[in-house]
């Protein structure tokens, strides 16, 4: 059911079913300096990461409506690359609760900074939509941003796709 999904969402973009959905989340963060920008998903206040009391990585999280966003900064080796924290992070993927085996997940890159990986989860009565997109920062950390959607309809498949396809990490 997700490997279908996930690949009606991308014959979808494919043939140009592109939608207009003005919402844009934009998010700064000082130290390591990095933007986000992830079209389609609403802007919305951005905390401490629960856990980052005893996982400092896990930096901040905010949610809107059926919208979550967490931005993760694990620290990388010296110099390493966004291709570089990115394939390190697609590999650890598959072992974390909900998430299919890796040929169920479609990955992607989106510019010379960002990496994406999507999957849908099967939730009763919907779907849980994923979108990890994935850089480096300074040369010191590697940075995932998992944006998420609660979805009942399946016609929230192809917006979640095209608009994640669309997101960037732009390191400073």
Known sequence: MRRALLLWGAVLSLLGSFTCNAAEFSF????????????????????????NATQPHLR?????????VSVFTPAAAAGMTPLECASATVRTL????????AAQIYKAR???????????ETL???????????????????????????????????????????GSIKPD
Not at 34 to 49: D, E, R
Request: hydrophobic share 40%.
């Open 28 to 51: 700064d963060v000082a130290k390591p300096k990095f933007s986000v920008i992830l079209p389609g998903i609403p802007q919305m206040a951005m905390g401490t990461h629960p856990m």
């Open 124 to 166: 009763p009565g919907g779907a849980h939509l994923h979108a990890h997109f994935l850089s480096a920062a300074g040369g010191t950390h590697c940075i995932e941003v998992h944006a998420s959607r609660i979805s009942t309809s399946d016609d929230d498949l192809a917006p979640w796709f095209e608009d994640s396809m669309k």
């Open 60 to 68: 901040y999280q905010g949610s809107e409506g059926p919208y979550t």
């Open 110 to 120: 989106l510019n010379d900074t960002t990496y994406v990986a999507i999957y849908a």
């Open 94 to 101: 598959a072992a974390r609760a909900g998430v299919p085996p």
